[in-house]
């Protein structure tokens, strides 16, 4: 009896023990699954006192009807509030606040189910994280990340120190011939290399976003514009609302709200904006000293992009007109960054940079210029999908109140300026993003810039400058008479001192607004100007395109980078390869393309796959001076009897020519423009590949 009674006890121990076993496995499983909504690790690069939260879709619907649209501490649901309250909630508002202009798309495209909380900065953000976690409304916790730009350090010069002569400049911007990335011909600097740049010269003669273009809007999500610069201000985009106008948005909006030195989070939703602060410097400390710095690196993207072309100061940009008074390609500039106090660094937020990218799409920017990232991760695409900053990203594409492609946008990113570091190991976020064009650097000598970061998640590659020798790998830095880093590197547009109505007194009081950098977020405006560019030029002509037909042209106007790369680079490092506008502008008038080989020794070229039967006649061939300069070409012939054209051209790349009949067709003059691509081994169908 007594032996029965104890195996029946023991069974029943048993079973109680097994009973407590499973319901704490359940409830680790359950923990565990909560705590897998987490995105990442807070790492350094994480804001304090701040995640951001995903809540389910029907969630949003109910916490938007219990709690006022200007946000505050509640949710209205009793579950998720007694989360908040938890991890002593200051702040609870949505990520992108509420617009009625623009509502629809937004709840569409998902962002009203983005809320972000913040609570005491010395709590530990991962223990906030797993607290909210656990609430079964929230899809998940993510960390608002600092973000950097990809710039190197600016060194001004004296301006009107030049070395090619004006009378060979298209346009009369003074320092138009140190700008190598536009038109390179081997005698700027050093360590150049003839054709190592976008050929914007050939390319606008083609077309030149002239003022009377259709408007293309070029976001710079970047540190201000400034809108004032002589150079600037006649291409900067103008809001046209009157209400967002009143309240200092006038060519773009800031998006970094600081409440006071300390804490900066922009909790006020019905003012998330404030006008663009270029006169806001920063503060650092320099030994015992104490003084003030500009913020350049915007103001030196937009010039890039859309600087005014012939007006007879500086510089000129990739799509800045023609007539000296401003083209239609608009720069509006929407800020991202802040200055630091006691530092010379700036810093932003993936908050601040997703309301950015939303904020411009609905004000109809086509491209938007991303020159910053985050430092290098191991994250992947899944992970990304997961962030604030790809909500905004895919709105910006998905929901662009732009027509030119359709209601669609692109995003252009820098790939990162880790590549020294990484030997292209890593890919950079968000540039790795299959739905953003990623642009890494070269130099003026087609080598990858040193820095750059590079990987087959890069998609094409511009000129950001290489201050380095030929090789892209010696440390030594040539100098001339433009100033430390005037061989190999971009130069653009800086803050102006004589009108940014700067309060402060900088530590280096500066007389130019001109100067030299590089990086990969030099690069990233060459391809973003680029793209506006011909945007500008397909509606200006009547073509339309899908986005992914534009953004598969844009990287078939590309030249071999491959014969540059040095031995430890794949061939798909670099992308596609180098940007050509002239090959973009004539890929969308649809001009025929022939494809020759580079020879010292003279070639026979049949013209019949360009003028067809017409060839049959005698042709003549026209070739523009730039054309002889650009591809080498030392033979005078100009007369193709029966359509076969001899000809010598040493140099790789891609001009226009003209070819006629010496007599009419019929009752036509048949005038057709050619591009002539030149390349060092060429398919043997003679084709582009």
């Known amino acids: 009896m007594k032996r029965s009674l104890f195996l029946l006890l023991s069974v029943a121990l048993f079973a109680a023990c097994t009973k407590d076993v499973e319901e704490n496995l359940a409830a680790n499983a359950e923990t565990q699954a909560a705590y897998s909504k987490i995105v990442g690790q807070p790492s350094a690069d994480a804001m304090k006192g701040m995640v951001v939260l995903r809540v389910d879709e029907l969630v949003a619907d109910r916490i938007e009807a219990g709690m006022t649209r200007s946000g505050g501490t509640r949710s209205g649901i009793e579950s998720l509030d007694s989360r908040l309250d938890q991890v002593g909630v200051e702040n609870f508002h949505r990520v992108f606040p509420v617009d009625d202009r623009f509502e629809a798309d937004h709840r569409a495209a998902g962002l009203h189910q983005w809320y972000y909380v913040t609570f005491d900065r010395e709590d530990d953000l ?3 994280a797993r607290t909210l976690s656990l609430d079964e409304n929230i899809v998940s916790v993510s960390f608002d990340r600092k973000l950097k730009h990809y710039g190197r350090e600016a060194e001004m010069i004296p301006v009107g120190d030049v070395t090619r002569a004006e009378a060979e400049m298209p346009y009369n911007d003074p320092l138009l011939s140190l700008q190598w990335h536009y038109n390179n011909d081997g005698t700027v600097s050093k360590i150049s290399t003839a054709g190592a740049d976008v050929n914007a010269f050939n390319a606008w003669k083609i077309f030149s976003a002239d003022e009377n273009s259709p408007e293309i809007i070029v976001a710079v999500v970047d540190e201000p514009v400034q809108a004032t610069h002589p150079d600037l201000k006649d291409n900067m985009w103008v809001n046209p609302d009157p209400e967002e106008v009143a309240k200092g948005l006038v060519h773009g909006a800031n998006f970094v709200v600081i409440e006071n030195k300390d804490d900066w ?3 006020n939703n019905d003012a998330y904006v404030e006008p663009l602060s270029w006169e806001l410097t920063n503060l650092f400390i320099n030994g015992s000293s104490r003084g003030y710095q500009y913020m350049d690196h915007g103001t030196h993207v ?3 992009i859309a600087a005014v072309n012939n007006n007879g100061i500086g510089v000129a940009g990739v799509a800045g007109g023609n007539s000296g008074k401003g083209g239609n390609v608009k720069i509006m500039s929407c800020q991202i960054y802040r200055p630091i106090e006691q530092s010379t660094e700036t810093e932003s937020s993936e908050i601040c940079t997703a309301r950015a990218l939303v904020w411009a799409a609905d004000r109809g920017a086509a491209v938007a210029n991303n020159s910053w990232g985050y430092d290098a991760t191991s994250w992947d695409e899944a992970y990304f999908k997961k962030t604030t900053i790809c909500a905004g990203i895919d709105y910006f594409i998905d929901y662009n109140k732009s027509t030119v492609l359709g209601g669609k946008g692109i995003v252009v990113f820098a790939s990162g300026n880790s590549g020294d570091v990484n030997f292209g190991k890593h890919e950079i976020w968000p540039a790795a993003y299959s739905r953003v064009l990623a642009v890494s650097a070269i130099g003026p000598n087609f080598a990858p810039a040193y820095y750059a970061d590079y990987g087959p998640w890069v998609d094409i590659s511009t000129p950001g400058g290489n201050p380095r020798c030929s090789n892209g790998t010696d440390s030594s830095v040539p100098y001339n008479s433009w100033g430390n880093y005037g061989d190999g590197c971009v130069l653009s547009t800086i803050i102006d001192p004589a009108t940014a109505n700067t309060k402060r007194q900088p530590k280096n009081p500066r007389t130019e607004s001109y100067a030299w950098s590089c990086g990969t977020s030099m690069a990233c405006p060459h391809a973003a100007g680029v793209a506006a560019l011909g ?12 986005l992914d037909q534009y953004k598969s042209l844009l990287l078939a106007s590309t030249y071999s980078l491959k014969s540059y790369l040095p031995s430890a680079y794949k ?8 940007l050509d506008a002239l ?12 494809t020759i080989a580079v020879d010292s020794e003279m070639q026979s070229v049949d013209l019949a796959p360009v003028v067809g ?6 042709c003549s061939v026209e070739i523009p001076a730039e054309a002889k300069t650009r591809l080498g070409i030392t033979s005078n012939i100009t007369t193709a009897p029966s359509g076969q054209w001899n000809v010598t051209c040493t140099k ?10 010496k007599e009419s067709v019929g009752s036509t003059n048949l005038r057709q423009p050619v591009l002539l691509i030149s390349k060092a081994e060429v398919a043997s169908n003679g084709g582009w590949l």
């Open 265 to 267: 989070w922009d909790i």
């Open 126 to 128: 991962m223990a906030a």
């Open 613 to 618: 039967g017409a060839a049959n006649r005698t």
């Open 535 to 546: 945007l500008a030029y397909a509606a200006q002509i009547g073509k339309t395109f899908t």
């Open 583 to 594: 090959k973009l502008l004539s890929g969308i008038a649809g001009y025929p393309a022939l």
């Open 302 to 304: 937009a010039g890039t």
């Open 571 to 578: 061939v798909t490092d670099m992308g596609a390869g180098g």
């Open 652 to 661: 790789a790349g891609a001009a226009l020519i003209y070819v006629s009949t």
